[in-house]
């Protein structure tokens, strides 16, 4: 399309190849015309199928929880990461998706800050530093395991998915990680924990372009007795929450990322 545009119009470009500034009219061939026809119908494809493959991932989320709760992250910064890959997997649109789709069934979806009070304290942490002993340990992006001397070995986006699920909700927007029941029921969430771990897929961690971004971790779904026994026939899915009372864990990452 460029070549032609160019050989019909040289008069619009500078000897050095950029268009010149000011109004021009543009000649566009009838071969010009048929392939930005065909172009714009593969644009529109592509984002027909996207939004179909973000609807069902916002279906199969919804299936797992009624609260969905995750950390503020900047796709921004993501692009940064991620670069073109973030257009075409659009992750703001899954969230978007997610929080209309769940608030007009009556869930809530709630975005919490990267650094949360704990309880009780006056101390802020990042869940994925912060480990229910209270040992605060930075991790790099590529240690995928949260391992600590007091025992807690973990899935690094397991854990701070099982400590989102212990972040309450205090005031406006004010938010803090009720770490002391997230140590109580670690014994009973262990197990489920350990078993999801095998399913998530080593990323790579080689180079800058596969590496998983801060903020995709900390995202957790919980729900009722009632609904998560209304939804077993639907879709058992490994590491909701089934046990009566117990909080469903169930790691999420962006959108394909
Ligand atoms: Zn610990």
Known sequence: M???????????????GTVKEGPKR??????????????????RKLSAHRRSLI???VNETLRMGNVFKFEKLSYRALQGVFGKS????????????????????????????????VKGTETYVGLSSYCICG????KSLSERWHICSCGVKCQRDLYSAYLACFVKQIGQSDFELDAGTAARQWPGAEPL?????????????????GQPCKGTEGVAAEEGIAKAEAWDGVAPSPGGGESPGEVAVVPLRTPQL
């Not at 998706?97 to 949360?116: D, H, I, W, Y």
């Not at 078993?195 to 961690?205: D, M």
């Open 86 to 117: 973030v257009n075409t997997r659009a992750p703001g649109k899954y969230f978007q998706e997610l929080t209309r789709k769940a608030e007009s069934a009556g869930g809530k979806v709630l975005k919490f800050p990267t650094r949360l009070k």
């Open 135 to 138: 040992e605060r340990k930075k």
């Open 55 to 57: 609807g069902r991932m």
């Open 193 to 209: 924990l350990q078993a999801a771990s095998g399913h998530i897929p080593n990323p790579r961690v080689s180079g800058s372009s």
């Open 2 to 16: 460029d070549r032609s545009l160019r050989a019909n119009n040289p008069e619009n470009y500078n000897p050095d």
């Open 26 to 43: 543009w000649k566009k061939s009838t071969t010009y015309l048929k392939t930005q026809a065909r172009l714009a119908e593969i644009w």
